[in-house]
């Protein structure tokens, strides 16, 4: 039996952090602010492109969601090629790669309030399978 206000649905998952970010600050804070805002905007267009959707994106983290695993594997594909052809404009210690990882997941997506936190969407996952 479902819970009331939850719909359960299976979505393909795309975590995605900066490598070495920690090196990158310590180097050049404003400039890895930077080029990790402009990597960024590239990874949000391109995920929407693929009929993606980003969920979060706190510092140097990325989570987005799609419906389709095709579309998160060619979204992918295309983030890593567009982000390739950045970084040969930079010099090699301030290239800028991430780890990907995408999971084919069960989620539950509801909402909750509370006096504290107010109102905001909740996507629980159940990572099921890797692709």
Same mark, same amino acid.
């Given at each position: $039996?479902?819970?009331? /206000?939850?719909? %359960?649905?299976?979505?393909? =998952?795309?975590?995605?952090?900066?490598?070495?970010?920690?090196?990158?600050?310590?180097?050049?804070?404003?400039?890895?602010?930077?080029?990790? &805002?402009?990597?960024?905007?590239?990874?949000?267009?391109? =995920?929407?492109?693929?009929? /993606?959707?980003?969920?979060?994106?706190? /510092?140097?983290?990325?989570?987005?969601?799609?419906?389709?695993?095709?579309?998160?594997?060619? /979204?992918?594909?295309?983030?890593?090629? &567009?982000?390739?052809?950045?970084?040969?404009?930079?010099?090699?210690? %301030?290239?800028?790669?991430?780890?990907?990882? $995408?999971?084919?997941?069960?989620?539950?997506?509801?909402?909750?309030?509370?006096?504290?936190?107010?109102?905001?969407?909740? $996507?629980? $996952?159940?990572?099921?399978?890797? =692709?």
């Amino acid at each position: $039996m479902q819970p009331k /206000g939850f719909h %359960r649905k299976l979505t393909a =998952i795309l975590s995605a952090d900066v490598a070495g970010y920690s090196r990158l600050m310590q180097g050049d804070e404003a400039a890895t602010v930077a080029t990790l &805002e402009t990597y960024k905007q590239a990874f949000f267009d391109l =995920i929407r492109q693929h009929r /993606g959707r980003v969920v979060d994106s706190p /510092g140097d983290n990325l989570l987005a969601e799609f419906a389709s695993v095709v579309d998160a594997v060619q /979204g992918t594909v295309a983030v890593q090629r &567009e982000f390739s052809a950045h970084n040969t404009e930079l010099p090699e210690n %301030r290239r800028m790669r991430f780890h990907i990882g $995408m999971n084919l997941c069960g989620t539950i997506e509801g909402r909750r309030s509370g006096p504290a936190i107010g109102r905001f969407r909740v $996507m629980a $996952m159940h990572c099921t399978s890797r =692709i």
